[in-house]
């Protein structure tokens, strides 16, 4: 079993920065492919991006640009970068191993993220 503890957030203002971390408990095969989700109040949770066993990346078109993903092994940690931040980013931000191969998927507690 896999813990995500999720951190970072906190509440900025339009153009501002945040990085959100997300460790987990320990490294297996399922840690190497992560991603990061969102949900907004009264909105489906939504894919932000991923970073994969191979270190191929993928973003939203909603966050293309402003957004950089990365890992650090040593640290089990997942790292998602986020600058200029618009209001439409606020929302609660999850990471998640990815269902590959025998791999379950393992959600984080989130982090909430407010841009005013």
């Known amino acids: 079993h896999v813990q995500l503890v999720e951190s970072g957030g906190g509440s900025v203002q339009a153009g501002g920065s945040l990085r959100l971390s997300c460790a987990a408990s320990t490294l297996t095969v399922c840690t190497y492919d992560m991603s990061w989700y969102r949900q907004a109040p009264g909105k489906e949770r939504e894919f932000v991006s991923r970073?994969?066993?191979?270190?191929?990346?993928s973003y939203a078109a909603s966050v293309q640009g402003r957004v950089s993903i990365s890992r650090d092994n040593a640290k089990k940690t997942t790292f998602l970068q986020m600058n200029m931040l618009k209001p439409e980013d606020t929302a609660m931000y999850y990471c998640r191993t990815n269902p590959i191969g025998t791999c379950p998927t393992y959600w984080g507690q989130g982090t909430q993220v407010t841009v005013s």
């Open positions: 970073i994969d066993s191979g270190g191929r990346i």
